[in-house]
């Protein structure tokens, strides 16, 4: 895996398939980040070496606490970014690929000043 980036897009995704269909498997996260499975079987290996995923019997992918915690933190800036963008007008295809270009980049404090913004918005 090159940098923080791509780990958290794969945590991301696979915590999006899990919400989706309950469990996941390599296949499924090549699918949903369009990339090969050799590609997706180098950064789950990384990934289980960093302890931020682990294999069950049954080749299904599951998150450490930490593993969680980070998928969790990404998707939820995901999410509200998406929001905000749409809320300014930004189409909503345009707004889902660029939070996620933005939900790497952006600092805890830019995103909770964002939150705040639009909790005070979302009601006008």
């Known amino acids: 895996m090159k940098?923080?980036?791509s780990a958290e897009d794969y945590l991301e995704s696979i915590l999006i398939i899990k919400?989706?269909?309950g469990y996941?498997?390599?296949i499924d996260v090549a699918i949903e980040l369009g990339v090969t499975k050799p590609s997706?079987?180098?950064a789950m290996k990384k990934l289980r070496e960093?302890?931020?995923i682990v294999f069950g019997e049954d080749g299904h992918i599951s998150f450490?606490?930490?593993g969680?915690?980070?998928a969790e933190k990404v998707y939820g800036k995901h999410r509200l970014l998406t929001k905000v963008l749409t809320l300014m007008g930004v189409d909503e295809k345009?707004?889902?690929e660029e939070a996620c270009l933005i939900e790497h980049v952006i600092s805890d404090k830019t995103y909770e000043c964002i939150n705040a913004f639009y909790k005070k918005h979302e009601t006008v």
């Open 24 to 26: 996941v498997r390599s």
């Open 19 to 21: 919400e989706k269909q």
């Open 68 to 70: 969680l915690a980070i």
């Open 64 to 66: 450490t606490d930490a």
């Open 50 to 52: 960093q302890n931020l």
């Open 3 to 5: 940098n923080n980036q």
């Open 94 to 96: 345009t707004a889902a």
């Open 40 to 42: 997706v079987s180098v």
